[in-house]
């Protein structure tokens, strides 16, 4: 009989988890978490955090191991017994229903409010709550109105009136921007005060610190230890969570080339969003070979728009893209790929990729119609496409078993270094990467950054779309703002500080173009 | 007590043999299910499941049933490429009467005194039937690629203007009914010679020739189209694998968005598959008239093969090779049925009844293909 003190709300105990194929997602863990506590899940992607805290909320049945919740033994075989027990789930990707409001994603499928529901009482439920952990939503509106960090409300709510007194956030702050952030550990803080025990999955080392009283690292499916923020530092969760030493500063040679002939000329762009209003007003820059170009700027500010628009994805309205010389502003996407432009989408998934087919069908694309890869523009050349793949798989290092696989079995660093890998073939002369490293753990960032950099010596101009401020910093030689479509200025990074930057994202601050 | 509850997992790698593995059980499973139905009208399900034997087992019932499936060969590899791309072409039955109709010209020509060496009227049929099935079927194609239109809508509705053209064609007064005089002289004295006369009100075309008929496998009562047909389909599994047009055709049908990122120009493809599409189903239609039907009427609809290659296509799970014996059980389920209405004197409805379950139960069977269920015995 194991004996289990008062405050352990959750206990894990050995917990195994085999998939088909033989991957070991769970290697007897065992984890536990305080009454009050914010207990933070740190690891890589594919360490075994997610199938972990889906044991628990009954998604996953384990191959072997107990689950104690408030110190009893119980076993969880579907989310309705999760919610029996108390425990709530802001899954990483939200579930709610987009058209419909808060309310009615909130009390979907609660039976005490009725098959008339209670709309009233449930608003005023919401609105308390809101007060209580202090963060503002309207409950009359549509979940397609809201930000995403007004969706991670929702789904907070969403459990808690569900009765929820442990909650386990799945990487809650991938899509929030520093401040929601910010606004998101507040409310959490206040969670804690309140006697609400949470589980904060994520694989940021700063979050982990700042926010958690205990941390517990996993690593390949195997817990690595359990500590508290006061006794480690950020070097030594990460080599705790990669099992090596992870630079946090990669060097970055001073710049070579100084060209004179731009690569990429923007002028007086103008380019509309999906919903049909201008996401990008009137921007003008120009991209030099050898140099990183940051935009900075809050998700959403139309940094998505302009690469597109780059890539030949969205025709502008108005203004003129200009590519080695040539007018390209309403050319083709294969027209300005010919023009050796690579493009490293936001979307890896859906853009990026075909996750369902192999990856040397991922890795041939945009060069399939190729000599050596097809004879004649008909007929594909195997011989030549698998060793193509076989070299660039090794090249960039893509951990796969083989070229065969579906691209739907990487994990997102893989994925992106299959992108990468393709995307750089051929040595561009302008890259656009949007947001190449979100979502992604300390070990790809790093790759990632270091390609960007490497191809930077080469002599390619990068374009670089990023929200995290230090990645801007770090990569950057010359960074351009953008805040509600319209640039802010365009600053040396040499001579760029972080509150400067910080104004011109939120458009207090306006600098002349140099 | 123990309590056993059942729970459905979807299964994280599906391998090769389990596709084909499921759909035998499945099929069984069916053909099994279907005996309840004689058990509702008072027959012993041995009886039916004796047929059913028997007609997988005599060579002469199989004959029988590769011949009936040969129009479904080519109207199941017609939807090959396009399914792969996600482009949902419900239109075959269309193309496949376009098709017939396009079979049909030189042998109006014929009976109207027009005439060509003998040796030449199935390569010509054959080359109309492709031309006017596959510029059919560009039809749904241009409009979804220029204008984004749902081409399951336009390429079903154009079955229906291409089924009435073929009333407007052969009905009493129409430009090809039998009954035109311009086949007076000819087919006539055709007639006569074979002893018959032309029925008054016959809604259908003259009769295609002897020499316009394909002919049959030495040894057997299959029609040569067969040779065709698995011709076509080791060219679609060569093009869906091997070649540029197959690579992009799954690039498409994995994403668009990646495609028009990567550069395929949709039009284009889109154009290319569906008119490759539209010759298949159009051939179908050619060796329908020309080797079964012999006469263009609006009869031609009744076995909706078309609509059947879509069954067809999706249970081989677009692989070409596969598609030629589906349509082979296909054929054989119709002969069942066959046999059961002459032998056991069973009502035609419990017969398409007993097929009906059957593919309803291969269609089940998909579930089992992605998901695992598991009996767990709780506490």
Not at chain 1, 464 to 483: G, K, M, N, Y
Not at chain 2, 116 to 127: C, S, V
Not at chain 2, 224 to 242: D, E, G, K, P, V
């Amino acid at each position: 009989m194991t004996i289990i003190s008062e405050d352990t709300v959750v206990l894990l105990k050995d917990i195994v988890k085999t998939f088909p194929g033989g991957v070991v997602a769970n290697d007897h863990i065992t984890f536990d978490l305080k009454r009050g506590e914010i207990h933070g899940l740190l690891g890589e992607n594919g360490a075994g955090k997610t199938t972990l805290m889906n044991i628990l909320y009954g998604l996953y049945k384990p191959d072997s191991g107990e689950i104690y919740i408030k110190g009893r033994k119980v076993k969880i075989s579907s989310p309705k017994d999760a919610i029996k027990h108390g425990i709530g789930l802001v899954p990483q990707h939200f579930k709610l229903v987009e058209v419909h409001t808060v309310i009615e994603n909130i009390i979907l499928g609660l039976k005490e409010y009725g098959f008339v529901l209670r709309v009233k009482e449930a608003e005023k439920k919401i609105l308390e709550l809101a007060e209580k952990y202090g963060f503002r939503i309207d409950p009359k509106a549509k979940i397609w109105q809201l930000s995403m960090g007004e969706r991670q409300y929702v789904e907070i709510i969403k459990a808690l009136f569900r009765k929820a007194d442990i909650l386990i956030l799945d990487e809650p702050t991938t899509v929030l921007t520093p401040q929601e952030t910010k606004q998101l550990f507040n409310v959490l803080r206040k969670m804690r005060e309140e006697g609400k025990s949470i589980i904060f999955i994520t694989h940021k080392l700063d979050e982990a610190l700042s926010l958690c009283d205990r941390i517990t690292v996993l690593r390949k499916g195997k817990k690595v230890g359990t500590v508290t923020p006061d006794k480690v530092t950020k070097v030594d969760l990460a080599k705790m969570m990669v099992g090596r030493e992870v630079l946090f500063k990669i060097s970055k040679e001073e710049k070579k080339i100084k060209a004179k002939e731009p690569i990429l000329i923007i002028e007086d762009l103008n380019v509309l969003s999906d919903k049909g209003v201008l996401a990008v007003k009137n921007i003008s820059f120009k991209v030099y070979p050898g140099e990183i170009l940051g935009i900075a700027g809050i998700a959403g500010s139309g940094q998505e728009e302009l690469a597109e628009a780059i890539a030949g994805l969205r025709k502008p309205v108005s203004g003129k893209i200009i590519i080695k010389g040539r007018d390209v502003t309403n050319a083709s996407p294969k027209d300005i790929y010919e023009l050796k432009v690579a493009y490293i989408p936001e979307d890896r998934v859906r853009v990026g990729s075909l996750p369902n087919l192999s990856l040397w069908e991922n890795l041939i694309l945009k060069h399939h119609r190729k000599e050596p890869l097809v004879k004649n523009k008909i007929i594909l050349n195997f011989k030549e496409i698998f060793k193509f793949a076989e070299e660039r798989k090794k090249e960039f290092d893509i951990m796969a078993p083989n070229i065969y696989v579906p691209a739907r079995t990487l994990s997102g660093g893989n994925l992106q270094k299959l992108i990468l890998a393709r995307e750089l073939t051929g040595n561009p002369d302008l890259i656009l990467a949007v947001y190449p490293t979100r979502g992604l753990d300390v070990g790809a960032t790093e790759y990632v950054r270091k390609i960007l950099l490497r191809e930077r010596d080469r002599g390619a101009a990068v374009i670089l779309i990023s929200e995290e401020l230090d990645e801007i910093f770090q990569l950057s030689d010359r960074i351009a703002v953008i805040h509600n479509g319209e640039l802010m200025g365009i600053v040396p990074a040499e001579q760029a500080t972080i509150e400067e930057i910080g104004l011109m994202m939120g458009g207090a601050l306006r600098k002349q173009s140099s | 007590m123990p309590r056993i509850k059942i729970k459905v997992e979807r299964r994280l790698i599906v391998s090769k043999k389990l596709p084909a593995l499921i759909s035998i059980i499945s099929a069984i499973a069916g053909i099994l299910a279907g005996g309840l139905l004689f058990l509702i009208v008072g027959r012993s399900p041995l009886e039916a499941y004796a047929i059913v034997a028997e007609v997988f087992s005599d060579p002469k019932s199989l004959m029988g049933a590769v011949e009936i499936g040969i129009p479904i060969m080519f109207t199941s590899l017609a939807l090959v490429l396009p399914f792969r791309m996600a482009f949902f072409n419900i239109g075959g039955e269309g193309q496949f009467y376009m098709g017939a109709i396009g079979a049909m010209i030189p042998v109006i020509l014929y009976w109207g005194g027009v005439d060509l060496p003998h040796g030449l009227y199935l390569p010509i049929m054959a080359i109309l039937a492709a031309l006017f099935g596959g510029v059919w079927a560009l039809v749904p194609a241009f409009l979804r690629a220029k204008w984004k239109v749902n081409e399951i809508l336009t390429s079903l509705m154009m079955n229906f203007i291409a089924w009435q053209f073929i009333w407007y064609l052969v009905s009493p007064g129409g430009p090809w009914n039998e009954a035109n005089p311009a086949f007076k002289e000819r087919y006539l004295a055709y007639l006569k010679e074979q002893g018959v006369s032309i029925i008054p009100g016959f809604k259908g075309t003259p009769l295609v020739p002897e020499f316009a008929r394909p002919p049959v496998i030495p040894g057997t009562t299959i029609s040569s189209a067969l040779i065709l047909a698995i011709i076509i389909a080791i060219i679609m599994y060569f093009i869906s694998t091997r070649t540029l047009l197959g690579y992009e055709v799954r690039v498409v049908g994995e994403s668009e968005l990646a495609s028009r990122y990567a550069g395929i120009n949709y039009m284009r493809l889109v154009l290319i598959v569906m008119f490759i599409s539209g010759v298949l189903a159009g051939l179908g239609g050619f060796i329908n008239l020309s080797s079964d039907l012999l006469k263009l009427t609006p009869e031609i609809a009744a076995p909706g093969y078309g609509y059947a290659g879509i069954i067809a296509a999706w249970l081989s799970r677009l692989n070409p090779i596969a598609c030629i014996l589906v349509a082979v059980f296909f054929g054989a389920l119709t002969q069942v049925g066959y046999t059961m209405q002459q032998y056991l004197r069973i009502s035609h409805f419990v017969s398409v009844g007993f097929e009906g379950l059957i593919f309803l139960f291969l269609v089940l069977g998909d579930f089992f293909i992605h998901y695992r269920v598991r009996l767990i015995r709780g506490e």
